[in-house]
């Protein structure tokens, strides 16, 4: 069963118990600064809630959301028919096939929310589709930059998140496809908290030089900081 979520704009994403949304896909979306001129693809879109936040405010020119489950693309297609919206190319394939048809060398913008833990790792999800998505059973560091460097034309972005343990693979896949790590983000709970998670971007062809932003702090004094709140509006902060 499906929930339609309204998420502002006149944007609904449908969730079910096998593809939900958190945190992390905001904080990426923001992240990945994409513009109105992109062609833009996310590699395993679950529920779509990434290409569907993009809708709220200058969405790229087009994104497309690729799974490989085909209950998660069933759902993406019905939030997108409910939010009325045009800009998204739903595709189920498996990223490390890519699809008939794939733009390839085309994309200026590609997004991963990747499978947090590695397969054998970590209680093991109850269903199969849960499997996939939280294990990286055929998402591994390797196969979203081996993805993205087809997709990507030169000077081409790569941004994904993770946890702060799996940065040192992420950075040796991009670099391993000649995608070179270019921005670095950490996101704690609090000041002192530490970082439980990462967002990275990778640049096609670029030169080695990698920019440490200002940590992200998502609570102040037990409420959500201006930062933080901004990301559910997609208001600009000073």
Excluded at 171 to 185: D, G, H, T, V, Y
Aim: include cysteine.
């Amino acid at each position: 069963m499906w929930k339609p979520e309204p998420i502002g704009g006149g944007i609904f994403v449908c969730t079910s118990e096998e593809h939900r949304f958190g945190t992390d896909a905001f904080l990426l979306t923001h992240f990945s600064r994409y513009k109105e001129k992109d062609t833009a693809a996310e590699l395993g879109t679950g529920c779509g809630i990434i290409p569907l936040l993009m809708q709220k405010h200058r969405p790229p020119k087009c994104i497309y959301a690729v799974d490989v489950q085909a209950n998660a693309i069933a759902q993406l297609k019905e939030g997108i028919r409910l939010s009325g919206v045009t800009g998204i190319i739903p595709v189920c394939a498996d990223m490390r096939e890519l699809w008939a048809g794939a733009p390839l060398g085309q994309c200026s913008l590609v997004l991963c929310n990747p499978p947090y833990q590695p397969p054998g790792s970590g209680k093991e999800a109850a269903n199969a589709s849960q499997r996939l998505a939280r294990h990286g059973i055929v998402c591994t560091p390797e196969d979203v930059c081996r993805a993205a460097a087809k997709l990507l034309n030169a000077g081409g972005r790569l941004c994904v998140c993770g946890r702060p343990e799996r940065l040192p693979d992420y950075i040796c896949a991009m670099r391993s496809e000649k995608l070179e790590p270019k921005r670095l983000q950490f996101v704690s709970r609090t000041a002192v908290d530490r970082p439980w998670l990462f967002l990275l971007e990778g640049k096609r062809g670029a030169k080695p030089f990698l920019q440490t932003e200002k940590p992200f702090i998502m609570y102040e004094n037990g409420i959500l900081t201006g930062e933080a709140a901004a990301l559910y509006t997609q208001e600009e902060q000073p």
